[in-house]
C-alpha cells in the first residue's frame, strides 16, 4: 500500500548538545595535518564530515576556497562535479573524492555530445551553464554559475545576445524571471528538489502555521510560488539569521540542516518533507561517508584526473564567473 502523507513525524533540528569526535573524526583532523590536506564539504553532506570540515558551504563558496587553498591535497566531500572543478582551478594539486559514484541526476541530464549538437545547430547562442555539471559540459559553455550567483551572471550578458541555461531548468525559469531575460531552457533538473511537491508543504504548514519557507531555485515553480524565500543555500543561513520567526520549514537536501543548526542554534529547522517522506536526501551526497573520508586521506584516493586540454577550456568559463561574480 502506498505511505499516506504525513504517516510519520516531521524531522525537525534544534540546538543540541554536540557529540565528541569520534574515532575515524579523530583519525581525518589528524591526517588532514599530516597530509597538509584541505578538506572541502558540501552544505548537503552528513554531520560527521561538516564537523571535521576545514569549509562548509554551497558550489559557489567551495569555488573560491578551491582556487584560493595553498595545501598539497584536496579532499572534496561532495559529488563529482564539485572534485572536478577543484582540479580544474588547482591542476597542480591533488584532488580526491571519496566515492567516484558520487555523481548528480542532474548533471547526468547533460550530456556533453548533446549539448555540443545543440550548438552546432544554434551557433549563436551564450551558454550559462549551472555549475552542477560535467567537466566536458563546462568546456563547452560560456559561463558558469551558481544558484547563488546565477542573477548576476546573467546580468552581465549583453542584451543582444540570446541565452541557452543548462541543465536545470527550473533555476533558468526562475533566473529568468528575476531578471526578465527571455532564455532557452535545457531540460533538466535535480531529482531530490523536484519532488517536492505543493501538498507536502501545505501539509507541513498547517503543522506549523508561523514558521516561514524557504526554498532552493531548483525546486519547481509552483513550491517557489508558495516559499517565502527562494535561495542558495548559503543565503538561507542569512535568512535564518534575519527573519524573527523561531522556526523556520526548509525546503532542500536534508544536509543544510545541519549547517543552520551549527551557526543559528537558537531556531529550530523543519525538513521540508515530500509526499511520502518527513525528509529529502539526496543519494549521491550521502555516499561519503566518514570511514571513506578517512580512507581517501590514507591513500590518497580516488583521485580526481583531468586531460589538460579539457581542463583548460572548462577553466576559462569559471574563470569568468569568479571574475564577475567580484564585481
Known sequence: ????LFDYKPLVFGAGKTAPFSAAEEEILALKKEKNAILLAHNYQIEPIQRVADFVGDSLGLAYKAAETEADVILFCGVHFMAETAKIVNPEKIVILPDLEAGCSLSDSCPADK???YKEANPDLYVVAYINCSA??????DVICTSGNAMQIVQNIPEDREILFVPDQNLGQWVAKKTGRKMRLWPGSCYVHVLFTVRSLEKIRTQFPEAPIVAHPECIEMVRDM????CSTEKMIGFAKGHPADTIIVVTETGMLHRLQREVPEKTFIAGPTDTCACNECRFMKLNTIE???D???HLQPRIELPEDLRIAAGKPIKRMLDWSRK
Open 296 to 298: 581517501a586521506l590514507i
Open 227 to 230: 516559499a517565502d524565500e527562494v
Open 115 to 117: 549539448l555540443a549538437a
Open 292 to 294: 571513506k573520508t578517512r
Open 1 to 4: 500500500m502506498p505511505v499516506e
Open 136 to 141: 566536458a559540459v563546462k568546456a563547452l559553455s
